[in-house]
């Protein structure tokens, strides 16, 4: 049994964006299945790995642009598969909360809770 929650792809405009968004996921216990720079590859890998989510961050490099990327991956490979725009990393855990109901989840399971921004924070000024 895969022990991960959700298989995500990400496509992200930088390393650091990636970085980001891919320690919110993985505390959560996702699996980031891919990480991709450009819109045209990114299409290709959703083909290829048919992830579970889809997380857009930034604005993709290549012949596609975030928003192209988002409607081919919407109308012609993975309807139904939910796709997260974020355009901040700290906003991914309030963004799973909302867009993605509990009951479309996979069932393999169970979910654990994304780390709240605030409470990292509280954390390192204690520090």
Do not use: C
Not at 50 to 56: A, C, G, I, S
Not at 69 to 93: G, Q, S
């Amino acid at each position: 049994m895969n022990p991960f929650f959700l298989r995500v792809l990400l496509a992200a405009d930088s390393a650091h964006e990636a970085a980001a968004v891919e320690h919110y996921l993985h505390d959560a216990g996702h699996e980031v299945v891919r990480v991709e720079a450009r819109g045209d590859t990114a299409l290709k890998a959703a083909r290829l790995v048919h992830p579970d989510l889809v997380v857009l961050s930034g604005a993709p490099s290549g012949s596609i642009d975030g928003a192209a990327l988002a409607e081919a991956l919407a109308r012609h490979v993975l309807a139904p598969t939910p796709i997260l725009v974020i355009t901040d990393p700290a906003e991914l855990p309030e963004m799973l909360a909302r867009q993605i109901p509990s009951a479309s989840w996979p069932s393999h399971s169970e979910a654990s809770s994304l780390p709240d921004p605030a409470l990292d924070a509280d954390a390192v000024e204690a520090a």
